[in-house]
Nanobody, 124 residues
Framework: QVQLVESGGGLVQAGGSLRLSCIAS????????MGWFRQAPGKEREFVAVIRWISGVTYYADSVKGRFTISRDNAKNTVYLQMNSVKPEDTAVYYC?????????????????WGQGTQVTVSS
């Protein structure tokens, strides 16, 4: 049972930066991907970014492309989300997820493991 623990959330002004981290309790399976999702109040959980664990190939939601960067440290079983030029609409609880979603990496239900979430609030 893989456990995921996120950290790094907080309050940031619009235009600022924040880096989220997600540590896995054990080695990530080679065929897994690690993703970040977010959920704002009253909205569905939405895809933000994903990285394939072995290849390092990344995909991003259009809303964050060019501003956010996902990366991982295999030795530390850790995935990061660097958030730059943040906007008030980025305010949400951010969740780390692990699984083997295949090409449909944007579907939350295809991920097996989830963290507890970390709040990100962007002030205008």
């Amino acid at each position: 049972q893989v456990q995921l623990v996120e950290s790094g959330g907080g309050l940031v002004q619009a235009g600022g930066s924040l880096r989220l981290s997600c540590i896995a309790s054990e080695r990530i399976f080679s065929n897994y991907a690690m993703g970040w999702f977010r959920q704002a109040p009253g909205k569905e959980r939405e895809f933000v970014a994903v990285i394939r664990w072995i290849s390092g190939v990344t995909y991003y939601a259009d809303s964050v492309k060019g501003r956010f960067t996902i990366s991982r440290d295999n030795a530390k079983n850790t995935v990061y989300l660097q958030m730059n030029s943040v906007k008030p609409e980025d305010t949400a609880v951010y969740y780390c997820a692990a699984g083997s979603p295949g090409t449909t990496y944007y579907y939350p239900r295809l991920y097996n493991y989830w963290g507890q979430g970390t709040q990100v609030t962007v002030s205008s």
